[in-house]
């Protein structure tokens, strides 16, 4: 599927957040739960990594990266870097253009902060495909490879995407991103207008995929008929 590219820094006043929101967060009181404990370990990591830690996590990184998407360290301790996010999503989204519905299944790549949160990364890519449903209708997933196992995992809004990012390395094979609707009882999340609309989308997807069938067709018996009278043809 194509690759599409976009920064969070295009729009600062909407994306782009700076150190006054603070990078990091108190670890959560108790004995994690079962299935948690490794999320539990990335969050306590990231409540103590110092600036020099940071500065060789982001270094070790970036002697890891084979496809130029560097990370940049400021002097502020924040930086900066890129994701990639797949779209993968179930339904035909609600838009104000005719980008979404050949959105889906296409890898996205966004250049974003350290203080970038997932609810930021979800509005980022809602906007890139002109969709005009709530963001809190979809939630960021990262796909974990362990032992031949694959492990989604669905991130908190507050999360720091590029700071797993970081963490995990530049490798896709072992961290990726996915973009999905809420597992939450399918449809009923959904106004009757909204509904009316999936389906109008998906009658127009229906159509031109008949048509597109009729003319694969008609194009094979055009030509095994041509086939047929050459071989009848008196000699």
Not at 18 to 31: D, N
Not at 142 to 162: F, W
Not at 181 to 203: K, M, T, V, Y
Request: hydrophobic share 35%; aromatic share 10%; charged share 30%.
């Amino acid at each position: 599927m194509s690759s599409g590219y976009s920064s969070l820094e295009e729009d600062a006043e909407d994306f782009f957040f700076t150190a006054r929101t603070s990078f990091f967060r108190r670890a959560p009181q108790g004995k994690p739960r079962a299935g948690q404990e490794d999320v539990e370990k990335e969050k306590e990591t990231h409540n103590y990594l110092s600036k020099e830690e940071i500065k060789e996590k982001v270094h070790k990184y970036n002697l890891a990266v084979t496809d130029k998407l560097k990370m940049t360290l400021n002097s502020n301790g924040i930086y900066t870097g890129f994701i990639q996010v797949q779209m993968e999503l179930c339904r035909p989204a609600q838009t104000s253009g005719k980008l979404a519905p050949s959105s889906n299944g296409c890898m996205n790549t966004l250049h974003i902060s350290s203080t970038n949160t997932v609810g930021e990364v979800i509005e980022a890519l809602l906007k890139k495909f002109l969709v005009t449903e709530s963001p809190a209708k979809f939630a960021l997933y990262k796909r974990c490879h362990r032992e031949d196992q694959v492990y989604a995992c669905k991130l908190s809004d507050r999360e720091h995407p590029l700071y797993l990012r970081l963490v995990a390395g530049p490798r896709t094979d072992t961290l990726s991103f996915v973009l999905r609707e809420h597992e939450i009882g399918e449809w009923e999340a959904f106004s009757l207008p909204e509904l009316q609309n999936f389906l109008r989308i998906l009658d127009k997807e229906e159509d031109e995929q008949l048509q597109g069938l009729k003319r694969r067709y008609a194009a094979y018996r055009h030509k095994l008929e041509e086939a047929l009278s050459e071989v009848w043809k008196p000699g």
